[in-house]
């Protein structure tokens, strides 16, 4: 089965992006696209057929692609994201993602961000607050209940979403920051902790068996490379000024083009 990675050029306004826990710095916008083409490379690297969309200089976050939909096998949630200036980025996102899936949609006043909802499994875990709200969450839950899906809220504290506080690096194994995240929450899995010092290490992107993972995390990536995990390492740092991380940048699925319509 062919994978897709769809992703979106970084806006040259990326410097006016929306910020919560970071102070802004200045961001090299041709870095950050050299980053960003890196990033790509890795994908098409493992197998991923990369789609991507066109920068859009009056959407300054629009490269943080993840937030914008939820894609699961059965469908694609168009989510409505929290912050107010980045609504507008989810219709050329639903436009490609309608090839492929059954579209659901977040409807106001509702909030959801991508970032926010982790899937393990038939188990979904959704952030309880911040950018995600309880109606957003709700949403979501009624329409994967049908699919058998369960939704878990799940407390996050100090940080923009839950994929900052927690990301699946393997099959059995989650990393996170216990003090933005209860690590109790992963019953069943192996809990694996950043290292001191690297309170942003928790976000990875599985690929397969390998995991994309921020080269400015090298206490973790050694935590993760002693279980066994197969890092490839990137130089996200203009990213990383605009408060992304490697889970931002795409979303991921199995292909599975939807026939014609009559």
């Known amino acids: 089965m062919?994978?897709?990675?769809?992703?979106?050029?970084?806006?040259?306004?990326?410097?006016?992006?929306?910020?919560?826990?970071l102070e802004r710095r200045s961001i090299d916008v041709e870095?950050?696209?050299?980053?960003?083409?890196?990033?790509?490379?890795?994908?098409?690297?493992?197998?991923?057929?990369?789609?991507?969309l066109p920068a859009d200089p009056s959407l300054p976050d629009s490269v943080f692609v993840e937030d914008t939909a939820v894609v699961f096998d059965e469908m694609a949630v168009i989510a409505r994201p929290g912050a107010a200036s980045r609504e507008p980025e989810t219709e050329a996102?639903?436009?490609?993602?309608?090839?492929y899936r059954p579209l659901s949609r977040i409807s106001a006043p509702a909030t959801l961000d991508g970032g926010d909802v982790l899937r393990i499994g038939r188990t979904v875990y959704v952030a309880d607050g911040g950018r995600t709200s309880r109606a957003g969450r709700d949403q979501l839950a009624a329409a994967l209940a049908p699919l058998g899906y369960t939704v878990c809220p799940i407390a996050v504290h100090g940080c923009l979403h839950l994929k900052s506080a927690v990301t699946l690096v393997a099959p059995d194994i989650v990393l996170c920051n216990p003090s933005w995240v209860d690590p109790s929450a992963f019953a069943g899995m192996r809990v694996l902790e950043v290292a001191a010092g690297e309170p942003y290490g928790a976000n990875g992107l599985l690929v397969g068996s390998k995991l994309i993972y921020p080269s400015s995390f090298p206490l973790t990536a050694r935590r993760l490379a002693e279980q066994g995990i197969e890092i490839l390492p990137l130089n996200v740092s203009e990213l990383q000024k605009a408060e992304g991380a490697v889970t931002c940048c795409s979303i991921l699925f199995p292909a599975r083009p939807l026939p014609?319509?009559?």
């Open 93 to 99: 996102v639903a436009g490609v993602l309608a090839a």
């Open 31 to 52: 870095l950050a696209r050299e980053q960003h083409r890196e990033y790509e490379a890795a994908l098409r690297g493992e197998g991923y057929a990369v789609h991507t």
């Open 260 to 262: 014609p319509s009559p």
């Open 2 to 21: 062919s994978l897709v990675a769809l992703t979106r050029e970084v806006s040259p306004a990326i410097d006016r992006c929306e910020l919560v826990h």
